[in-house]
C-alpha cells in the first residue's frame, strides 16, 4: 500500500507539471483527490490493514495528499500568472496610433433659429411662457374672439378631441392664460407645436411650429408694433432688411396688418423664391381687440397692446433658403449635417 501511495504522488505531480492549462489541473484534483479518486480509494482500504500499520499508512497518506495539494497550488498559480501574461499582451494598446474621432451632433435648424428668436426678443424685454398643446374650445377660438361661424371652427382645419378639446391650431391660447393670470404690464413670447389639418407639401405640415408674442401695457400703439417688428427682421435676416406692412384681417387684432420682409435670395428684385414680387411674407400682427381684453378682465379703456404671430418653419426656411419645409421634419442626417 506504501508503494501505491507513493506511485500515486509520482503520477499525480509529473501530470500536473505537464498541465497546458487551468482545465487539466482541475482534472488531475479530480482523478486524484476527488470523492472516487486513486487515493481516496487506497484510503479507503484501510480498514484490513493492523492496527499497527494503520497510523503509519494513514500519516503517509496524508502527507500525500498535502504533497499533491500544494504542487496543485503552485501550478494553478503559474498557469493563472501565464494567462493573464498573454490575455495582457493581447491586450496592449498602440499608443502611437491616431485616435478615433468621435462624431458630434448639432442643434436642428429650427432650434437654431427658435434660440436665436428668443434671443432677440428677450433682449427687448420679453418673457418666455408656455401651454398646452391639447387645448379647450374657449382658449383656442372663443376668448380670442373667433365667433362660431369663423372659417378656422372648420373641421378641415382643426383637429378636434373628445369632450369639446382640440389640438391647438396657434399659440395664442397662452396669451390669453397669461392675461387672464397676470396685470399688466405683460410683455411674453409664446413658442411651441400647433397643429392644423392641412395637406402635406413644400410648404405646409399638419405640425409646425409657431411663435405668438404680446405686449400689454398703458399707450401701447402700432408705432410700437413696428419698432419691435423692424427690429426683429433686421437682427434675423440683417440690417439691410426692408420691412412691409399690409392690411388684412384677425378676429383678434383690430387694425391687423401682414408683415413682408425683402426676399433675402434677390435683395427685392424678384426671383423664383419670392414668385417675382421682392417680398417674402413672415408673420401676422395688429393691435390686441378690446374684446380680447375684455374677456380676459383687462380694461380696454385703460391698456392697449399688440400681439403678432411668427411660423418658426416660415422663418427658417427662408432664412437658410430651403425650398422644401419637409426636410425640417424628415430627420434626414444629409441635410441637417449642413447646420
Not at 495539494?69 to 496592449?92: G, S, Y
Not at 426692408?242 to 378676429?251: A, H, I, M, Q
Not at 381684453?293 to 383687462?298: D, K
Amino acid at each position: 500500500m506504501k508503494q501505491q501511495l507513493e506511485q500515486i504522488k509520482n503520477q499525480a505531480i509529473e501530470e500536473l507539471k505537464s498541465a497546458a492549462d487551468l482545465k487539466a489541473v482541475d482534472d488531475v484534483r479530480v482523478k486524484y483527490l476527488g470523492k472516487k479518486g486513486e487515493l481516496t480509494a487506497i484510503l479507503k482500504q484501510m480498514g484490513g490493514l493492523s492496527p499497527e500499520e494503520r497510523p503509519i499508512v494513514g500519516q503517509l497518506a496524508n502527507k500525500i495528499r498535502a504533497e499533491i495539494e500544494e504542487t496543485l497550488t503552485e501550478t494553478l498559480a503559474t498557469l493563472k500568472d501565464k494567462e493573464t501574461e498573454q490575455r495582457l499582451a493581447a491586450e496592449t494598446l498602440d499608443i502611437t496610433m491616431p485616435g478615433k474621432k468621435t462624431a458630434e451632433g448639432g442643434l436642428h435648424p429650427l432650434s437654431i433659429v427658435l434660440d436665436d428668436m428668443i434671443d432677440i426678443f428677450r433682449s427687448m424685454g420679453f418673457d418666455i411662457v408656455d401651454g398646452p398643446e391639447v387645448e379647450t374650445d374657449y382658449y383656442n377660438f372663443e376668448a380670442l374672439n373667433v365667433p362660431a361661424d369663423h372659417p378656422a371652427r372648420d373641421m378641415q382645419d382643426t383637429f378636434y378631441l373628445a369632450e369639446g378639446l382640440l389640438l391647438r391650431t396657434q399659440t395664442s391660447a397662452a396669451q390669453i392664460r397669461t392675461m387672464e393670470t397676470r396685470k399688466p404690464p405683460i410683455r411674453i413670447l409664446c413658442p411651441g407645436r400647433v397643429y392644423r389639418a392641412d395637406e402635406v407639401d413644400a410648404t405646409h405640415s399638419p405640425v409646425f411650429h409657431q411663435i405668438e408674442g404680446l405686449v400689454v401695457d398703458k399707450g401701447i400703439t402700432m408705432c410700437d408694433l413696428k419698432g419691435v417688428l423692424e427690429q426683429f427682421a433686421r437682427e434675423i435676416y440683417g440690417p439691410e432688411t426692408k420691412v412691409k406692412f399690409r392690411p388684412s384681417f384677425f378676429p383678434f387684432t383690430e387694425p391687423s396688418v401682414e408683415v413682408d420682409v425683402s426676399c433675402s435670395e434677390c435683395g427685392g428684385v424678384g426671383c423664383r423664391v419670392c414668385k417675382g414680387s421682392g417680398w417674402i411674407e413672415i408673420l401676422g400682427a395688429g393691435m390686441v381687440h378690446p374684446r380680447v381684453l375684455s374677456a380676459c378682465g383687462i380694461d380696454p379703456e385703460e391698456y392697449s397692446g399688440f400681439a403678432f404671430g411668427i411660423g418658426l418653419d416660415r422663418i427658417t426656411t427662408t432664412r437658410y433658403k430651403i425650398s422644401d419645409i419637409r426636410n425640417l421634419f424628415e430627420n434626414d442626417l444629409r441635410f441637417l449635417e449642413q447646420f
